[in-house]
């Protein structure tokens, strides 16, 4: 079974997708750390954001693994050829990156070729933005989980506190995820929106446990 969570960022789409794995026993895919890893890998190669040729050839020459722990359906650990990207991949650097990045033609091609051979080898909960209109178009459940915008930028700020990476000011975190908004909505190649059959839940104002409880309640029915 697949489950797909596609969503804007800030709208706690990793939290959730990691909680419902653990909680059903599947086996947790981050989609969005694949596209953080490339654009990492570009700019340490000196690969220019609006070079799509090069940037596609990244996406294709650079393998992408993620790490677990024994008896951990969720992912710990993310390697871009060999290198070990988690933490690096979650800077403001790369937040103002990955949305020119994954807008490229060629990089999504090959990143959802990944995608499809991971999670077609199990029972998978996949979190993005476009897993139940292209990556994953036949998935049992598909969620399209979103919050307001100040919701979504205070929740990042702490999220950035809490891990030590990233920008903590809230103006900042606010403008980029708006800037993050429109690239993902408007780019030409599977644009952000939800799937004609997706399940929309706004979780402004519930807590992350009842979200989770709505998916996992979605997938018993679909089995």
Not at 195 to 215: F, G, M, N, P, R
Request: aromatic content about 4%; overall charge negative.
């Amino acid at each position: 079974m697949i489950i797909a969570i596609d969503g804007p960022s800030g709208a706690g789409k990793s939290t959730v997708a990691k909680a419902v794995a653990q909680k059903l026993g599947f086996s947790c895919l981050d989609t969005g750390a694949m596209y953080r890893a490339v654009a990492w890998q570009a700019l340490s190669d000196g690969v220019a954001l609006d070079d799509a040729e090069a940037l596609g050839n990244v996406a294709r020459t650079h393998e992408i693994a993620f790490g677990h722990v024994e008896g951990d359906p969720v992912p710990r650990r993310v390697f871009i050829g060999g290198a070990e990207v988690t933490d690096a991949i979650r800077t403001a650097e790369i937040d103002r990156a990955v949305s020119p990045v994954s807008a490229v033609p060629s990089v999504r091609a090959a990143l959802v070729d990944q995608q499809r051979r991971i999670g077609n080898a199990g029972n998978y909960v996949v979190e993005g933005r476009d897993i139940g209109t292209c990556v994953f178009p036949g998935a049992e459940v598909k969620v399209f989980l979103t919050a307001s915008d100040e919701e979504r930028a205070h929740r990042r700020v702490r999220q950035n506190v809490d891990r030590g990476v990233g920008s903590i000011d809230y103006d900042e975190v606010l403008a980029d995820l708006r800037r993050r908004d429109e690239l993902d909505s408007s780019r030409s190649a599977s644009p952000l929106r939800a799937a004609d059959d997706a399940v929309l839940i706004d979780s402004t104002k519930h807590y992350i446990e009842e979200v989770i409880d709505q998916i996992c309640a979605l997938a018993a029915d679909a089995r």
